[in-house]
Every structure is written in structure tokens, then in C-alpha cells.
């Protein structure tokens, strides 16, 4: 994320995002922070630490009034990021044009889906942590009524996948049983099914399809599917490095990595 071109002086110090714990060191990094991370853009980096250390590392007094401005003024995220891009002229007319509408549509859009869709842009990004907090913020203040229960399934799937990434599989499998409980399809019951050997022992699984009067063609089915599933999965790459003996290299990613995601 770092240019051997830059037409404004770099920092000394960086401005670290807290999103992707990664600090920059100059606006052409930062640029490409704010165009490649749409669905981030928001009080965390909309603020006034950020003002300042344009102001007093980049040495750049009249953008520092323009954010700063708009910091207070709260006008919307295209009138913070726009005279970012404009100072060093990071997108052509068309870029421009194309990402002012992807802000447009995403600020119409309400709270929640807001919160949903950086949520999933998380969860994609493998920023578990951060990802539940966005979705169990939208379920706090659930409005069925106002977004449908097709969204809020949404909302708990995606919740589910989050904390799985984290290995927490019992709080997913109790994410896909609300999506269940919401839908009722077979989709959402081979979710939450499929959870529980990634948590229980084999007498507990059994005895949970027991409890569930679970249809043993249906269970089998299942199990098929996840079976074809783990054959179809290619060696991460990963192990490739493991294979290669370098295994110092390959714990200190996982740290890494884990640490990204765990992130709140």
C-alpha cells in the first residue's frame, strides 16, 4: 500500500488506521486507503487526529482547514475524502465520478444496512472482531418492521461466519439457530447442523439430532455435502510453507493474523 512516487512530503511519524492496523506515511497512502476501503470510511478516520497530523507531518495547512471544517460541519463522507483526492489528483474524472456514486448510494442507505455492509466488508477482509461488533450493534436495536426479517437472517448468517472464523463454533452454531428459528429453511438448519462437530463430542452431536427430531436421510445428506466439501478445499497455502520448512514464518502469520481478526 506504499508508492515510490509521492508528490507530497511523507511523514515522520505515521498515522496509524486502527481498521487495518497499518500506519501510513504519506497522502497517496492514504488515498488508497479511502478508494479501496469505501465501506471503512467513517468517524474513525473522518476526525480530527487525522486533520492534524496532515497540518503537522505532510505539512499541507490548507487541506488541514478543508478536513477540519468538515469534521465539524458532519456533511457526509464524499466532502471529507474528495479534497484528499483532489490535493494530489489520485483519480481520474472517471474513477472520481464512480466513486462518488458508490458514496452516494451507500449514504442513503439506512443505519443498519450501513453497519451490515462494513460488517461484511470485515468479514471479508478477515477482521472478525470488528465484524461483530457492526452486527451485534445492528441487532441491539432491531426493528423488524422497519427491514424485514430476511435482513436480520442476513444480519445472524453473517454473525455466525464471523465468530466461526474465530473458531468460536458454538456461538456460530447459536447464530445459525436464530437464522433457523427466522427462516426456516434447509439452508439455515444444514448450517447450524453442520456446527456441531466442530464442538460437541460424538455422543453429544447424537444425542442433539435426537433433541432436534432430525430427519437421519436429511442428517446424512449433510454429512455427504460437508465431506465433498473438505475434499473439494485445496491446501492453504500455508502449508505449502510448512512443507518448505519454514514454520517460523508460517507462526508469526498466524500471530499476525490472528491478531488482525480478533481485533475489536
Known amino acids: 500500500m506504499s508508492y515510490d512516487l509521492c508528490l507530497v512530503q511523507q511523514a515522520k511519524r505515521p498515522y496509524y488506521i486502527e481498521n487495518i492496523r497499518t500506519g501510513i506515511y504519506s497522502l497517496e497512502e492514504l488515498c488508497y486507503y479511502l478508494y479501496h476501503n469505501i465501506y471503512l470510511i467513517d468517524e474513525s478516520i473522518m476526525n480530527e487526529g487525522l486533520c492534524d497530523w496532515v497540518r503537522d507531518e505532510?505539512?499541507?495547512?490548507?487541506?488541514?482547514?478543508?478536513?477540519?471544517?468538515?469534521?465539524?460541519?458532519?456533511?457526509?463522507?464524499?466532502?471529507?475524502?474528495?479534497?484528499?483526492?483532489?490535493?494530489?489528483?489520485?483519480?481520474?474524472a472517471q474513477e472520481s465520478r464512480e466513486f462518488q456514486e458508490q458514496l452516494a448510494r451507500l449514504e442513503v442507505q439506512p443505519e443498519e444496512m450501513r453497519k451490515k455492509l462494513r460488517?461484511?466488508?470485515?468479514?471479508?477482509?478477515?477482521?472478525?472482531?470488528?465484524?461483530?461488533?457492526?452486527?451485534q450493534r445492528i441487532l441491539a436495536r432491531k426493528n423488524p418492521g422497519k427491514l424485514g426479517v430476511q435482513f436480520y437472517a442476513s444480519v445472524w448468517n453473517n454473525l455466525g461466519a464471523a465468530?466461526?472464523?474465530?473458531?468460536?463454533?458454538?456461538?456460530?452454531?447459536?447464530?445459525?439457530?436464530?437464522?433457523?428459528n427466522l427462516t426456516g429453511t434447509?439452508?439455515?438448519?444444514?448450517?447450524?447442523?453442520?456446527?456441531?462437530?466442530?464442538?460437541?463430542?460424538?455422543?453429544?452431536?447424537?444425542?442433539?439430532?435426537?433433541?432436534?427430531n432430525a430427519d437421519p436421510h436429511l442428517v446424512q445428506k449433510i454429512q455427504e455435502h460437508n465431506a465433498k466439501l473438505c475434499l473439494q478445499a485445496k491446501a492453504p497455502e500455508r502449508v505449502q510453507?510448512?512443507?518448505?520448512?519454514?514454520?517460523e514464518r508460517f507462526v508469526e502469520e498466524l500471530k499476525e493474523q490472528y491478531c488482525r481478526s480478533t481485533k475489536v
Request: aromatic letters at 20%; proline letters at 4%.
Open 58 to 92: 505532510l505539512g499541507l495547512p490548507r487541506l488541514y482547514r478543508l478536513l477540519y471544517e468538515q469534521v465539524e460541519k458532519k456533511e457526509g463522507a464524499a466532502w471529507f475524502v474528495f479534497p484528499i483526492f483532489r490535493e494530489i489528483g489520485y483519480l481520474n
Open 119 to 135: 460488517g461484511d466488508y470485515l468479514v471479508k477482509e478477515k477482521m472478525y472482531g470488528r465484524a461483530i461488533g457492526e452486527y
Open 163 to 180: 465468530y466461526a472464523g474465530l473458531f468460536q463454533y458454538e456461538r456460530a452454531s447459536e447464530c445459525f439457530l436464530e437464522v433457523w
Open 186 to 212: 434447509k439452508e439455515a438448519f444444514r448450517k447450524y447442523v453442520s456446527t456441531f462437530p466442530l464442538y460437541l463430542s460424538e455422543e453429544e452431536y447424537q444425542k442433539k439430532l435426537k433433541e432436534l
Open 241 to 247: 510453507v510448512i512443507l518448505e520448512g519454514e514454520p
